[in-house]
């Protein structure tokens, strides 16, 4: 009986010491990152820090740790100094892993011709692609292609939604 109690004791113990209140992980920014203070990070079993939810190297690290996208100007293809802050955390990362290779989207808002903002959407995957190979990336890990205003990432007739509709967004392949 008293072994019982004891086996009883310490696996209450084992269950206490493992649970943890999970932390609020914050919400995405404009440009698809999470700033340090709103990321939660963990250790690993070897000690290694991760940030919750994301594995390394993947879509999601992209996203929650350095941003996929970079936004544009009206009718514009010029990189911005906060889409250039981007893309050179971008290029850092794609340094970080080596073996990736990426497709850069390049999207427009609604306004204009059809043929008109694929050819917008290409200048501007092909500005951030060029970018990123200035800052040291391969050129033969970067893909592109332009949806023009073909896939909207906000519903809306404003400018709110077209600001976010003017973008190129960088895909882990």
């Excluded at 086996?7 to 649970?19: I, Y």
């Excluded at 943890?20 to 203070?37: E, I, R, V, Y």
């Excluded at 080596?98 to 050819?119: K, Q, V």
Aim: charged content about 20%; aromatic content about 6%.
């Amino acid at each position: 009986m008293g072994s019982r109690i004891l086996s009883l004791l310490a696996v209450l113990v084992l269950v206490a010491g493992c649970s943890s209140t999970p932390k609020d992980t914050g919400s995405l920014s404009t440009d698809g990152s999470l700033t340090p203070a709103e990321s939660t990070h963990l250790t690993d079993i070897t000690g290694t820090e991760m940030t919750q939810g994301a594995t390394p190297g993947t879509q999601q690290d992209l996203v929650v740790n350095v941003g996929d996208r970079v936004f544009f100007g009206y009718d514009k293809y010029d990189l911005s100094p906060e889409a250039r802050a981007t893309a050179e955390k971008q290029a850092m990362w794609l340094k970080k892993y080596p073996h990736l290779n990426i497709s850069i989207e390049g999207h427009c808002d609604e306004r204009g011709t059809r043929e008109y903002n694929l050819a917008l959407g290409e200048k501007r995957a092909m500005t951030l692609r060029n970018y990123l190979i200035a800052l040291g990336v391969e050129s033969g890990r970067i893909q592109t292609i332009s949806y023009g205003k073909e896939r909207p990432a906000v519903t809306g007739s404003d400018e709110t939604s077209w600001a976010q509709n003017r973008r190129g967004v960088v895909v882990v392949q």
